[in-house]
């Protein structure tokens, strides 16, 4: 099937052309009507849905757009105040007519004439929704929306300088990847130096959100947030016992070869010791890798590179420059982070980053940009609720792409030995963020399974996980102090929970299909764009099964491919 980026904002049938989302008596009556609309046959039914799903996706695209804006510029006390409008006077007031919709949805007859099988995902999250509703949760809920957007507030302003010049925190990490070893040890401290003047306000951030998330279970008749959050995930098809799973399989299979890969570099820099500022940095025989100077340069050669991959793929990247879409360079007041925000109606999305000049930056976009292919190939969906798919496919999108995209890296790299580092850095990457989401992921489950802990409670058990998943080849010796507040700069702790192993689970699929892209190309390339264009209308099993890969993190399944990816890296020549 030929997919199109020339996609055109949905038409509106039910709302006006000029209708836009100002204040809650505006929009009540459109909620009044599907409400009180009577539905007397199949194609009433259907005409229901589509109204519905015009509503949803001008209300999403309209708070997409009020946090998207906010992060650009963390600063202006208007944009926040647009932000919490919403989230406080409108959104709250959303909910108890969603969950009186759903059941409305549930209980019309002619909802069992609908295709069980097309709309089966979706019949169940709406079940899902009405389980998990509680009118004692929505004032609640609309304060943790706030709330967890303090995070960027926070982080956005932290700078340091380094030579005379003040970086963000994002920018200053360019600084590690420098020859020079005491300018990385020097730009390593100033930046956790800034972390900590920053710690108690995260920590107390943190506590609050614990707090009230735990309210929210409890209220709701769950033991615990964890377990009420992988419900509101529609996490059906894995268990906590499959994340402790993964969490074991990470240390058995892959902390090896992170020490493998940590004692080569040790060798390259000719050092007696592996320190944490020594990661990203280059041997002598190595430059630095400047694959491009700025946000603009960015774009122009990911379209380059994902035109080479294939043409659709660029031409997306293309209607989002055209679209204006993008919003790349790190600048003091700009949230931390990067993320590819999908807006419904209009179908293009939003890619956010704080590039720097990396080869790190490079990564990112190509992430994104797999996340906004995404995005386009769902586009033409009947249903808003269709385009939402399981976040673990999500990130496979993401992830794949960024394994595809290496054989057409040249566009970033003037010389092979460029190319070469590249790809080695990017392979290495690819491991080494394993034993990061292993630690992430199982703090989580521990947070919010003792929420009343203390911060020393909180410091002590955080410490334990990290050095589980830290290899004997790396030397943190007199870092104690940074590394009891690491957990802090995770953004997804504060503004989304248990976020995390999605990136493992994925990771597991990206290495998969890449895997079929080096034996076949098409055949890896269409299973990727045919699954990603399900977009939630299958299972998350099912939509890995389509791609062609196994929706499986046992440990025998992530020895297989971690092996695969150790038999590539050594296929990569040596410097």
Same mark, same amino acid.
């Given at each position: 099937?030929?997919?199109?980026?020339?996609?055109?904002?949905?038409?509106?049938?039910?709302?006006p052309?000029?209708?836009?989302?100002?204040?809650?008596?505006?929009?009540?009556?459109?909620?009044?009507?599907?409400?009180?609309?009577? *539905?007397?046959?199949?194609?009433?039914?259907?005409?229901?849905?589509?109204?519905?799903?015009?509503?949803?996706a001008?209300?999403?695209?309209?708070?997409?757009?009020?946090?998207?804006?906010?992060? #650009?510029?963390?600063?202006?006390?208007?944009?926040?105040? %647009?932000?919490v409008?919403?989230?406080?006077?409108? @959104?709250?007031?959303?909910?108890?007519?969603?969950?009186?919709?759903?059941?409305?949805?549930?209980? #019309?007859?002619?909802?069992?004439?609908?295709?069980?099988?097309?709309?089966?995902?979706?019949?169940?999250?709406?079940?899902?929704?009405?389980?998990?509703?509680?009118?004692?949760?929505?004032?609640?809920?609309?304060?943790?929306?706030? $709330?967890? @957007?303090?995070?960027?507030?926070?982080?956005?302003?932290?700078?340091?300088?380094?030579?005379?010049?003040? +970086?963000?925190?994002?920018?200053?990490?360019?600084?590690?990847?420098?020859?020079?070893?005491?300018?990385?040890?020097? =730009?390593?401290?100033?930046?956790?130096?800034?972390?900590?003047?920053?710690?108690k306000?995260?920590?107390?951030?943190?506590?609050?959100? *614990?707090?009230?998330?735990? $309210?929210?279970?409890?209220?709701?008749?769950?033991?615990?947030?964890?377990?009420?959050r992988?419900?509101?995930?529609?996490?059906?098809? +894995?268990?906590?016992?499959?994340?402790?799973?993964?969490?074991?399989?990470?240390?058995?299979?892959?902390?090896?070869?992170?020490?493998? *890969?940590?004692?080569?570099?040790?060798?390259?820099?000719?050092?007696?010791?592996?320190?944490?500022?020594?990661?990203?940095?280059?041997?002598?025989?190595?430059?630095?890798?400047?694959?491009?100077?700025?946000?603009?340069?960015?774009?122009?050669? !990911?379209?380059?590179?994902?035109?080479?991959?294939?043409?659709?793929?660029?031409? #997306?990247?293309?209607?989002?420059?055209?679209?204006?879409?993008?919003?790349?360079?790190?600048?003091k007041?700009?949230?931390?982070?990067?993320?590819? #925000?999908?807006?419904?109606?209009?179908?293009?999305?939003?890619?956010?980053?704080?590039a720097?000049?990396?080869?790190?930056?490079?990564?990112?976009?190509?992430?994104?940009?797999?996340?906004? =292919?995404?995005?386009?190939?769902v586009?033409?969906?009947?249903?808003?609720?269709f385009?939402?798919?399981?976040?673990?496919?999500?990130?496979?999108?993401?992830?794949?792409?960024?394994?595809? %995209?290496?054989?057409?890296?040249?566009?970033?790299? !003037?010389?092979?030995?460029?190319?070469?580092?590249?790809?080695?850095?990017?392979?290495?990457?690819?491991?080494?963020?394993?034993?990061?989401?292993?630690?992430?992921?199982?703090?989580?489950?521990? =947070?919010?399974?003792?929420?009343?802990?203390?911060?020393?409670?909180?410091?002590?058990?955080?410490?334990?996980?990290?050095?589980?998943?830290?290899?004997?080849?790396?030397? =943190?010796?007199?870092?104690?102090?940074?590394?009891?507040?690491?957990?802090?700069?995770?953004?997804?702790l504060?503004?989304?929970?248990?976020?995390?192993?999605?990136?493992?689970?994925?990771?597991?699929?990206?290495?998969?299909?890449?895997?079929?892209?080096?034996?076949?190309?098409?055949?890896?390339?269409?299973? +990727?764009?045919?699954?990603l264009?399900?977009?939630?209308t299958?299972?998350?099993?099912?939509?890995?099964?389509?791609?062609? *890969? !196994?929706?499986?993190?046992?440990?025998?399944?992530?020895?297989?491919?971690?092996?695969?990816?150790?038999?590539?890296?050594?296929?990569?020549? !040596?410097?």
């Open positions: 099937m030929n997919y199109s980026a020339d996609i055109k904002k949905l038409p509106r049938h039910f709302l052309e000029d209708f836009s989302v100002t204040t809650w008596e505006a929009l009540e009556p459109y909620f009044k009507n599907l409400l009180e609309r009577s *539905i007397n046959s199949d194609a009433e039914l259907q005409q229901w849905l589509k109204d519905g799903s015009e509503l949803e001008i209300i999403s695209e309209d708070a997409c757009w009020r946090q998207i804006k906010m992060t #650009c510029d963390t600063e202006n006390k208007e944009l926040e105040e %647009s932000f409008f919403f989230m406080m006077e409108i @959104q709250p007031k959303i909910q108890p007519y969603s969950d009186k919709l759903n059941k409305k949805l549930i209980n #019309c007859p002619f909802t069992k004439e609908l295709d069980q099988e097309k709309y089966f995902t979706y019949l169940r999250t709406v079940k899902k929704n009405i389980d998990l509703f509680c009118e004692e949760n929505i004032p609640i809920q609309a304060h943790l929306n706030v $709330l967890q @957007q303090q995070f960027g507030t926070i982080s956005g302003k932290m700078t340091v300088e380094v030579n005379g010049q003040e +970086y963000t925190l994002q920018q200053a990490t360019k600084f590690l990847e420098n020859n020079d070893r005491s300018l990385r040890e020097s =730009v390593y401290r100033k930046i956790n130096e800034k972390r900590l003047q920053n710690k306000e995260l920590d107390d951030l943190f506590s609050i959100l *614990i707090e009230k998330r735990n $309210l929210v279970s409890l209220n709701a008749g769950f033991p615990n947030y964890r377990d009420y992988f419900m509101e995930m529609g996490r059906f098809d +894995y268990t906590k016992e499959d994340c402790f799973q993964f969490h074991e399989a990470v240390k058995q299979h892959v902390l090896p070869l992170v020490n493998e *890969i940590y004692e080569r570099k040790k060798r390259k820099l000719g050092v007696d010791s592996l320190r944490p500022w020594d990661l990203e940095a280059h041997s002598e025989k190595e430059k630095t890798l400047t694959p491009f100077k700025s946000g603009e340069e960015l774009v122009k050669k !990911s379209i380059a590179c994902f035109n080479k991959l294939n043409p659709f793929f660029g031409d #997306c990247l293309q209607k989002m420059k055209t679209m204006g879409r993008f919003d790349l360079d790190s600048r007041g700009k949230a931390p982070g990067g993320y590819n #925000c999908p807006l419904i109606e209009s179908g293009a999305p939003f890619i956010f980053m704080n720097a000049g990396q080869m790190d930056d490079v990564t990112t976009m190509v992430h994104e940009g797999g996340h906004a =292919v995404h995005s386009f190939l586009h033409s969906l009947e249903l808003s609720a385009k939402e798919y399981p976040t673990e496919i999500a990130e496979v999108a993401s992830m794949a792409m960024e394994l595809f %995209s290496m054989d057409y890296w040249n566009v970033f790299f !003037s010389s092979e030995e460029e190319l070469r580092q590249a790809r080695e850095h990017q392979l290495e990457r690819v491991i080494t963020i394993f034993p990061w989401i292993a630690t992430i992921d199982k703090f989580q489950h521990w =947070v919010y399974e003792n929420p009343k802990h203390s911060f020393d409670e909180r410091t002590e058990r955080w410490i334990s996980i990290m050095n589980e998943f830290t290899p004997p080849s790396l030397d =943190v010796s007199g870092l104690e102090e940074y590394r009891r507040y690491f957990w802090q700069k995770q953004l997804h504060f503004e989304v929970p248990f976020y995390y192993i999605e990136y493992g689970i994925a990771q597991l699929g990206a290495i998969g299909l890449w895997k079929q892209f080096k034996s076949n190309k098409e055949v890896a390339l269409n299973n +990727y764009i045919n699954t264009a399900l977009g939630g299958q299972t998350l099993p099912r939509l890995f099964q389509a791609a062609g *890969i !196994s929706f499986n993190f046992s440990p025998e399944t992530v020895a297989d491919l971690i092996s695969f990816v150790k038999d590539e890296m050594s296929n990569i020549p !040596s410097n």
